[in-house]
Nanobody, 121 residues
Framework: QVQLVESGGGLVQAGGSLRLSCAAS???????MGWFRQAPGKDREFVAT????????HYADSVKGRFTISRDNAKNTVYLQMNSLKPEDTAVYYC???????????????WGQGTQVTVSS
């Protein structure tokens, strides 16, 4: 069983930055990791994913150039650096574990509890 705990969410003004963290248990260095988000009344959507080694990343078009996913295998932690935040980035953000790099939620086996990000205009 893999446990994931997100942190770092909060309230920020448009144009600001936040860094989310996700601490994982288990064989972290073998996991593909992803970030998703879900806004009220909307489906969960893919944000970014990173390979087990950290050398391959993919992003949703809506965050490309503004968000950066990274990982520290020594700390069993994956990060999401979010810059130039917009009100439409407001959502609950989740980290998740997968066996391969995919952009759909069904491909992820374990999920954290989520952390709220609110961007004010």
């Amino acid at each position: 069983q893999v446990q994931l705990v997100e942190s770092g969410g909060g309230l920020v003004q448009a144009g600001g930055s936040l860094r989310l963290s996700c601490a994982a248990s288990g064989r972290f260095s073998s996991y593909v990791m992803g970030w998703f988000r879900q806004a009220p009344g909307k489906d969960r959507e893919f944000v970014a994913t990173i390979s087990w080694s950290g050398d391959i990343t993919h992003y949703a078009d809506s965050v490309k150039g503004r968000f950066t996913i990274s990982r520290d295998n020594a700390k069993n932690t994956v990060y999401l650096q979010m810059n130039s935040l917009k009100p439409e980035d407001t959502a609950v953000y989740y980290c998740a574990v997968a066996s391969r790099m995919v952009a759909y939620s069904d491909g992820y086996n374990y999920w954290g509890q989520g952390t709220q990000v609110t961007v004010s205009s």
